[in-house]
């Protein structure tokens, strides 16, 4: 099992910036994949951004430029940086743990982080 512990949301003006935390602990895969997902009131979630134990990045189209995640391998933790936030980003960020075994790829989620962003 992996347990994965956010932090980091709120509330904040459009133009503002947050930083979201994810650490993750348990019985981690050398291979992994670790990422943020968000979900409005209505909406499917969505992938916002994902980042591969080693270092590759993929952003949605609609954070790009204004996102940046990363992460610190030694803490087991992932990041986004959120930058000029918008009011259509308000949303529960999920983080995401994706570990791959020999055969099996494993999917763990966070309890989500509310990120509200008023004009």
């Known amino acids: 099992q992996v347990q994965l512990v956010e932090s980091g949301g709120g509330l904040v003006q459009a133009g503002g910036s947050l930083r979201l935390s994810c650490a993750a602990s348990?019985?981690?895969?050398?291979?992994?994949?670790m990422g943020w997902y968000r979900q409005a009131p209505g909406n499917q979630r969505e992938l916002v951004a994902t980042?591969?134990?080693?270092?590759?990045?993929n952003y949605a189209d609609s954070v790009k430029g204004r996102f940046t995640i990363s992460r610190d391998n030694a803490k087991n933790t992932v990041y986004l940086q959120m930058n000029r936030l918008k009011p259509e980003d308000t949303a529960v960020y999920y983080c995401?743990?994706?570990?791959?075994?020999?055969?099996?790829?494993?999917?763990?989620w966070g309890q989500g982080t509310q990120v509200t962003v008023y004009s």
């Open positions: 995401n743990y994706r570990g791959h075994g020999p055969v099996v790829v494993y999917d763990y």
């Open positions: 348990g019985s981690l895969f050398s291979i992994n994949v």
């Open positions: 980042i591969s134990s080693g270092d590759s990045t």
